[in-house]
């Protein structure tokens, strides 16, 4: 009798576990990596390295969600739901204190995984497991990327805990007593530290396992740039010659191995070929410029094509960094969804204000706007599709799936737009207006020309110190092809006419030219928030940031646009609030 | 041992409850949102409402209540039995007239009561649309609402949905006059010598002023229609003939001034004469200037309404809208230059952008561009060109020719069809940067019919004198004063 009340007494207990419904199938597995098993040799780093990159990845939708969404190009369409509108209007005392978007929790999970792992390259140093050279090129990428991530959040929260330690816990960061919170300023500080501390700047040098091709992705431009996150930072810290000479180093990193073409196109925002169209320039079809219809709009020719094609030589020459997304492995790609009109939710959609400053261009044919209007955004009727994330995923002009299970697509961090965009704001800052001009407009060779002047061994190129040193000879007899020679500028590029600088004020107006290329070339690539937070901060000018959200908000109607004005012209209501809520 | 035998059960019962607990059904939590829904069919629901009682005779004197079968879902608005008699009184005898009444009150699936400011617009089995808004159906209130059976739902309402008439049965009801009794002969009879095989059952098909200006059949959509007096109608008509001159034939060019004046007497939305605009635009963008002091009747129907006039509003210099044609729109060349033939995109100094043609550098002299455009009065034209030479430094010269549209035999060789021409204006220079329009000159068309107009370059192969250019041409139709 005892064994059956034991028996019922079971069947109870059974039915109580199953009654609670959940949690039910929560059972340790049996085999499982003890923590301390994980990093035994070089291959154990690289895969740590590997997965921090993977959960790098889970940042790409905030990210560009934070630095468009609440900036001036990008707004939602009437499918958004409340929290990206939240986002949108970009009032931080209205923001819902459970809005997903928002919450920094992510963030975290990626930092503290980075501290994790670098306190055990410490160890594997230590105990000998990996060469000097392997452990300082692992550890500086890490160091970096953890650099990044923490400069996110210092600009889109203000003020944030500032965490080395290899927490179990991310919930623990919000021990203020343990960790408190940093300034902005304070943190762009300990960043520039830590990162002028590591004890590798370059790229993965060839011969490392990092390097090796994985499923016929090249690894080159996966891992984080170091030199030109130090270009930023100094560029945040208004340290403008180190900025300078940080960009200055990722321009030319190609330049000495050999190789001419390298050494011309890469990172050089190279001119266009105008009778072959292969390149990455804006053109149209030779002799035909006239003709709006013979635009080179292609995934594989033009302008439009560096944002969906394969990593090849042209890829190569304007990529700095640039982050997979495939269908298959996960993450999977947020950016369908919140782009694509076919295939995805069309959940955000370029701003008037974006087609506004496209419109106010002309083009060098005469043609009255910019053409990279209609290379990054397509047309459902009335509304706006931006196409520059899905350009892989569908098709140009039916918009149409090419294969809705092929998801492929990705997260556009940093090109030579970027780089010559904020090498020339430093140039600009640091007193070298012309030479800021020059990487503007028409290239470095034509501002320091002299047309009537056939001998060009003194003209067309700077005659400054490094890093403000270019030579972009161009000449026939003496025959010189200097490094620059076949530089274009961002607007001789993109087929757009010159900028006139006005002489009396050309370091304001330059600036002021330089952020609006950025908007008119990067548009939605997740920067135009940095640009107008750090010439808010730099100019001591909230309402260079505030004037811009105002002109968005007003232009689609928004009854808070006035509202939003006045409160973004206090710097307290530039930073989102930092919180979330944790789980009992 | 006795002891443990009283234990078991317990623990089973234990077992049990905590099962119950454990998750919650959802098809308990749908019922309880659904309080008060009753397991009787609709119609006996509506057998035991007293309210209804004379709206259900009707229903089943009609037959409808055959389809209240339980099969579908519908939802009744049943006026209440006061209302319903009042109706009877003056509801005809006939059966089909008393089935569509009753339809009229009934919709498919069912629908709650709307209490919103957003229109529904619910399509009775009467096949009339009926706008559902602010707690009204058609302007009826309701004295009970969203009363559920198991195959429908039914409201009480204070007053009858008696159907109106589509535009188009008023019309057909009203063929006496010549407005309508026009409209109607569209059925039959085509406006051209057009060749077009068509159904003489489908009307739409067939059915110029239907095809056209307004399908006025359809009930979900809405209209506005003026109806002229006979005489007034005829005066109209009379007056217009002149513009209306094809081949020359008298009974063709009545029918197609006839059609010209009752195509401008259709709008697309529906006014009631105290919100009528002072000012409509017609489907072909005449404006009509509204007088409402000479609108003697109104009648609503169902899609729309009617106004009677007793005079004319509409001056005829009104119909006389211009004509523009598209430089980028091109119907043919005369020799393939698709090489050198460029669609620009420019911005006019009000910041307004357009498209036009440019063909440069095409080495043929005389290079032709032609044109066509819809059917065009029978009078004289202004004609105005833009034409922007903006990205050459010299002035080259163009001209422009109107040509019939239908072609002839040709009179050197008659196997060839030929198109002849009706007027040539001289070359023209295109002098640079010029935004504004230029005047070319005017002339007649004899005939109310389609024109070609040709676009044609220097007779030259020299490269920038031989260009092309052009924004739109304009054609300015002028009052005939006799």
């Known amino acids: 009798m005892k064994k059956s009340f034991i028996y019922s007494l079971s069947v109870a207990m059974i039915c109580f576990a199953g009654s609670s419904c959940s949690k039910f199938l929560d059972v340790e597995p049996d085999e499982v990596l003890v923590k301390e098993q994980m990093y035994r040799n070089i291959y154990d780093a690289d895969a740590a390295v590997i997965g921090v990159y993977g959960k790098l990845l889970s940042l790409a939708e905030q990210h560009v969600l934070w630095n468009e969404l609440r900036a001036d190009l990008l707004t939602v369409t009437n499918r958004a739901n409340p929290y990206l509108q939240e986002i949108n209007t970009n009032d931080v005392d209205a923001i819902s204190s459970d809005n997903p978007y928002v919450n920094p929790r992510k963030f975290y999970e990626v930092i503290l995984n980075c501290n994790d792992v670098l306190a055990n390259f410490e160890v594997m140093r230590k105990e000998n497991k990996f060469t000097p050279e392997e452990y300082n090129q692992r550890y500086s990428d890490i160091m970096a990327v953890r650099s990044w991530v923490y400069l996110q959040l210092g600009i889109h929260f203000g003020r944030v805990p500032y965490v080395t330690d290899p927490l179990e816990d991310t919930d623990a960061v919000l021990d203020n007593n343990k960790y408190p919170l940093l300034e902005f300023e304070q943190l762009l500080t300990q960043l520039i530290t830590d990162m002028e501390a590591i004890p590798y700047k370059l790229l993965y040098s060839s011969t490392e396992s990092l390097m090796y091709a994985v499923d016929g992705y090249i690894m080159e431009r996966f891992y984080i740039n170091k030199q030109s996150l130090l270009g930023d930072l100094h560029l945040w810290k208004n340290d403008y010659q180190k900025a300078a000479e940080y960009y200055k180093l990722v321009m030319t990193s190609y330049d000495n191995l050999g190789n001419d073409n390298f050494r011309y196109d890469r990172y050089k925002v190279k001119w266009a070929e105008v009778a072959t169209n292969n390149d990455i320039a804006v053109g149209y079809l030779r002799y035909r410029e006239q003709d709006v219809r013979t635009l080179i709009n292609s995934k594989t020719q033009g302008w439009r094509s560096m944002f969906s094609r394969t990593q090849d030589v042209l890829w190569d020459t304007e990529w700095v960094w640039s982050l997979p997304f495939s269908s298959n492995f996960s993450p999977q790609n947020p950016f369908i969804s919140l782009f694509a009109a076919n295939g995805g939710d069309h959940l955000l959609k370029p701003s008037q204000e974006s087609f506004d400053l496209w419109n106010s261009q002309t083009q060098r044919n005469g043609v009255p706007y910019d053409a990279r209007r209609d290379l990054s955004v397509s047309m459902i009727g009335k509304e706006g599709v931006v196409t520059k994330y899905t350009d892989e995923f569908s098709d140009i002009g039916t918009m149409v799936p090419i294969d809705k299970f092929q998801r492929d697509g990705k997260w556009h961090l940093y090109r030579a737009a970027k780089l010559h965009l904020r090498f020339a704001e430093a140039a600009n800052r640091d007193g070298h207006h012309k030479l800021a001009v020059g990487l503007l407009n028409n290239g470095i060779g034509r501002v320091y020309d002299d047309p009537n002047q056939t001998d060009k061994t003194d003209i067309q190129q700077t005659h400054l110190p490094f890093p403000y040193d270019f030579d972009a000879r161009n000449g026939s007899n003496p025959f010189y092809r200097g490094t620059w020679h076949r530089n274009d500028g961002l607007r001789g590029r993109a087929y757009v006419t010159f900028r006139d600088i006005n002489p009396t004020d050309s370091l304001t107006q330059i600036e002021n030219y330089l952020i609006e290329e950025a908007a008119l070339e990067m548009a939605f690539e997740g920067s135009r928030w940095e640009d107008l937070l750090r010439i808010a901060i730099r100019r001591n000018d909230p309402s260079f940031l505030a004037d811009k959200i105002y002109e968005k908000l007003s232009k689609e109607g928004n009854p808070q646009a006035d509202a939003v004005r006045s409160k973004l012209m206090n710097r307290e209501n530039w930073y989102m609030p930092f919180k979330w809520n944790v789980e009992e | ?482």
């Open chain 2, 1 to 482: 041992m006795k002891k443990h035998h009283i234990v078991r059960p317990v623990i089973g019962l234990i077992c049990i409850l905590l099962l119950q607990v454990g998750c919650s059904d959802p098809w308990d939590e749908h019922a309880r949102d659904n309080a008060g829904l009753t397991n009787e069919p609709l119609l006996e629901r509506l057998d035991q409402e007293s309210e209804a009682s004379e709206f259900m005779k009707l229903l089943r004197a009609s037959g409808v209540d055959e389809i209240l079968d339980g099969n579908n879902a519908y939802t009744v608005f049943a006026p209440e039995n006061s209302r319903m008699q009042a109706a009877l009184a003056g509801l005809s005898d006939d059966p089909e007239t008393r089935v569509n009444f009753v339809k009229n009150h009934i919709a498919v699936s069912t629908h709650r009561l709307n209490a919103s400011a957003d229109t529904v617009r619910l399509t009775m089995l009467s096949g009339k649309t009926l706008d559902f808004v602010n707690s009204e159906i058609d302007g009826a209130a309701f004295s009970k609402s969203n009363q559920a059976g198991t195959d429908g739902m039914y409201h009480i309402i204070t007053d009858v949905l008696t159907p109106r008439q589509s535009l188009w049965e008023y019309m057909n009801a009203h063929s006496d006059e010549r407005q309508n009794a026009f409209i109607l002969s569209l059925n039959e009879y085509n406006l051209y010598d057009t060749a077009a095989v068509e159904d003489p059952e489908d009307y739409y098909l067939n059915n110029e002023f239907l095809r056209e200006v307004g399908d006025v059949r359809d009930e979900n959509q809405h209209f506005t229609y003026f109806i002229l007096k006979n005489e007034d109608f005829t005066a109209e008509v009379e007056q217009f003939l002149p513009y209306v001159n094809y081949r020359n034939h008298a009974d063709s060019s009545y029918a197609i001034g006839q059609y010209e004046i009752v195509k401008d007497m259709l709008f697309k939305q529906a006014y009631s004469r105290d919100n009528l605009p002072a000012m409509l635009l017609s489907t072909s963008n005449v404006s009509f200037p509204v007088d409402k002091s000479a609108i003697s009747q109104s009648v609503r129907l169902s899609n729309g309404w009617v106004h009677v006039l007793d005079r004319s509003t509409l001056p005829v210099v009104n119909k006389l809208i211009d004509t523009y044609v598209q430089g980028e729109e091109p119907w043919g060349f005369s020799e393939s230059v698709s090489d050198r033939t460029f669609h620009r995109v420019r911005k006019d100094p009000f910041g307004e952008f357009f498209t036009d043609i440019m063909v440069q550098n095409h080495k043929v002299s005389s290079l032709q561009i032609i044109y066509r455009t819809s059917r065009m009065y029978s009078t004289t034209y202004d004609v105005y060109w833009r034409a922007l030479n903006d990205i050459q430094t010299n002035v080259f010269q163009q001209q422009v020719g109107i040509f019939e549209f239908d072609t002839r035999p040709s009179e050197e060789d008659p196997d060839v069809e030929v198109r002849k021409s009706i007027y040539e204006f001289p070359y023209t220079n295109v002098e640079r940067n010029n935004y504004n329009e230029v005047y070319l000159g005017e002339f007649n068309l004899a005939d109310y019919n389609r024109i070609v107009p040709v676009l044609r370059s220097a007779a030259t192969t020299a490269d920038g004198n031989n260009t092309l250019v052009l924004d739109y041409l304009r054609f300015v139709p002028k009052l005939k004063t006799n």
